[in-house]
């Protein structure tokens, strides 16, 4: 798994600085308002202590800190951290990064409020020690969010608008079929294995009309799902 995990680190330390660009178009358009929107309404009250799990270029750390929480950003790519504090720093926002694994976190049980992951759990070779982990970092009552599409059996060459290379979609579909979650029907395999680690689960099957409309950021045509899960007490 090591070995796996230095691969997946390698191919998005390679795609950092063409997905930052991505992310600051998404920041300053119409779709980073939509996610402001999004977290407003639906997070709980109060100044948070939120942990954004796998940050990339920092688009959740740079809005939630915008919204006035205490954010901390963690990724495996040193180069997409980077990216990530040239951003906030360019938006004269504050937020704290550090490199780290999202299946072997470095923090004390019951540290956040809230987690925030987007497009990161389909990329991990071992997402049921990265949900175990971020149930433990999470205080009781707090919030895990995390929104994800359904890769397994997508045909990247087909469904990317992205614009990659042909070497880095053949990399990118190559380290998919590797992993174990591409066999899982999601969002619903996420939700029943969530719901057995005593979370409360709500689903959004579809969240792409509301926070993916900017034609600038060539989405994927992949449904972007929403996972709202509640540490029960």
């Given at each position: 798994m090591e070995h796996l995990n230095r691969r997946i680190e390698a191919y998005w330390d390679e795609r950092s600085a063409q997905l930052s660009k991505i992310r600051r178009l998404e920041l300053d358009?119409?779709?980073g308002l939509a996610w402001e929107n999004l977290f407003r309404k639906n997070l709980p009250g109060g100044r948070l202590k939120i942990l954004d799990v796998g940050?990339?270029?920092?688009?959740?750390?740079?809005i939630l800190s915008r919204l006035g929480h205490e954010v901390t950003g963690i990724d495996m790519s040193a180069k997409m951290l980077r990216e990530a504090e040239k951003n906030l720093r360019k938006l004269k926002l504050s937020a704290t990064f550090r490199r780290m694994n999202a299946q072997s976190l470095d923090f004390a049980d019951e540290s956040f409020d809230?987690?925030?992951?987007?497009?990161?759990t389909w990329t991990l070779p071992d997402v049921k020690a990265a949900y175990r982990e971020w149930f433990r970092v999470l205080k009781i009552g707090g919030v895990l969010i995390n929104f994800d599409s359904d890769?397994?059996?997508?045909?990247?060459s087909a469904c990317s608008r992205m614009k990659l290379a042909v070497a880095q979609v053949d990399e990118c579909a190559a380290i998919k079929d590797s992993l174990t979650i591409s066999r899982r029907r999601r969002p619903f395999w996420d939700a029943g294995f969530l719901e057995g680690l005593n979370f409360s689960v709500t689903l959004?099957?579809?969240?792409?009309?509301?926070?993916?409309?900017?034609?600038?950021?060539?989405?994927?045509?992949?449904?972007?799902?929403?996972?709202?899960?509640?540490?029960a007490t």
């Amino acid at each position: 798994m090591e070995h796996l995990n230095r691969r997946i680190e390698a191919y998005w330390d390679e795609r950092s600085a063409q997905l930052s660009k991505i992310r600051r178009l998404e920041l300053d358009g119409v779709d980073g308002l939509a996610w402001e929107n999004l977290f407003r309404k639906n997070l709980p009250g109060g100044r948070l202590k939120i942990l954004d799990v796998g940050t990339g270029a920092g688009f959740f750390a740079a809005i939630l800190s915008r919204l006035g929480h205490e954010v901390t950003g963690i990724d495996m790519s040193a180069k997409m951290l980077r990216e990530a504090e040239k951003n906030l720093r360019k938006l004269k926002l504050s937020a704290t990064f550090r490199r780290m694994n999202a299946q072997s976190l470095d923090f004390a049980d019951e540290s956040f409020d809230v987690i925030v992951t987007r497009n990161l759990t389909w990329t991990l070779p071992d997402v049921k020690a990265a949900y175990r982990e971020w149930f433990r970092v999470l205080k009781i009552g707090g919030v895990l969010i995390n929104f994800d599409s359904d890769y397994g059996d997508q045909n990247f060459s087909a469904c990317s608008r992205m614009k990659l290379a042909v070497a880095q979609v053949d990399e990118c579909a190559a380290i998919k079929d590797s992993l174990t979650i591409s066999r899982r029907r999601r969002p619903f395999w996420d939700a029943g294995f969530l719901e057995g680690l005593n979370f409360s689960v709500t689903l959004d099957e579809d969240i792409s009309a509301v926070v993916q409309r900017d034609s600038r950021c060539n989405y994927d045509s992949v449904p972007l799902f929403a996972i709202w899960a509640t540490k029960a007490t």
